[in-house]
């Protein structure tokens, strides 16, 4: 069970975990780690598995897995009937108004849907996978150079779950670099996993950018597949300007996790967001919602 705190709310719920008898099997029996290690979290499987589900023949699965999982397509800018694949649904567009962007350039966006942990004042040599579990920011992207200018500063860590909107945006207007791959495996990052395979970050196959933004300096931007993540796409120009909330890309069908680090002082993350990740609890967050925000100019 995967308690998640509700922010409209003001209260929990639980997720609902797409494959979790599976994902418990998996991360949590010698069979399924033998399985796991041997094929699942293997580029062949993903890749597989994606084209699969870009198939028309995929489909078909559309109506079930809306209705198994209760999930809400309102503000989908495709109509049910004109969807071409499963992945043309995973990876549906959203109205501009089912995800309204706020007009205060002060105000912290979340890029995604998803659910967030935020972490202040960092230690990037003791980065927080799961309590007791960490790893390195220069691990994650294999660069000195630009790890040392996110010291003390903060971490957002987005985990997207399959009934999620799964395209990612920029968080502010600026501009963004080329983003770099770094290849890797596919382990799963839902909970389960995160707290029984180590440096599942950096295990996992990545992509990393540098946006520089108006209003809260540069920001390093990571992308991390995951399990049956077919590909991750990029869909904006490097180095030229776009606006906030513009789509940077989207991934494809499975869990994802989108990881943003901001310079020391550069933003407030807002308090309940704080005090649930101190509790271990993420926070469900909608694309274009306030989260903290801007707390100097550079």
């Not at 209260?11 to 069979?31: A, H, N, P, Q």
């Not at 995951?226 to 120009?237: E, F, L, P, R």
Request: glycine share 10%; hydrophobic share 35%; with cysteine.
């Amino acid at each position: 069970m995967i308690r998640i705190y509700d922010r409209k709310k003001g209260d929990y719920d639980t997720e609902v975990v797409v494959g979790g008898k599976y994902i418990e099997w998996l991360y949590g029996t010698m069979s399924g780690k033998w399985v796991l290690e041997a094929l699942v979290k293997r580029k062949m499987f993903s890749s597989l598995y994606g084209r699969l589900m870009d198939l028309p023949a995929s489909k078909k699965m559309i109506p079930s897995f809306i209705k198994d999982n209760s999930l809400d397509i309102n503000g989908s800018v495709k109509d049910l009937k004109d969807f071409e694949s499963f992945n043309d649904f995973f990876t549906r567009s959203l109205l501009p108004e089912s995800r309204p962007i706020p007009n205060d350039s002060s105000a912290l966006m979340s890029p995604v849907d998803g659910r967030l942990l935020a972490y202040e004042n960092i230690d990037i040599d003791n980065l927080v996978q799961v309590k007791g579990m960490t790893y390195t920011l220069g691990g994650l992207i294999g660069n000195g150079n630009i790890k040392d200018r996110y010291i003390h500063g903060t971490m957002l860590v987005f985990r997207l779950c399959p009934l999620d909107y799964h395209r990612f945006h920029f968080v502010d207007s600026g501009i963004c670099s080329k983003p770099r791959l770094i290849r890797g495996g596919y382990y799963s990052v839902n909970p389960v996993s995160l707290a029984r395979i180590p440096n599942v970050y950096l295990e996992n196959k990545r992509m990393y950018s540098l946006m520089r933004s108006d209003n809260f300096s540069d920001i390093l931007i990571i992308e991390v597949g995951a399990t049956n993540v077919g590909s991750i796409v990029q869909t904006y120009t490097p180095s030229r300007r776009f606006e906030r909330g513009a789509e940077k890309g989207y991934f494809k069908f499975g869990g994802s996790t989108v990881l943003l680090f901001f310079k020391n002082g550069a933003v407030k993350i807002d308090q309940d967001i704080l005090d649930e990740t101190a509790k271990g609890i993420e926070s469900k967050v909608l694309m274009g919602e306030t989260i903290g925000r801007r707390a100097r100019q550079d």
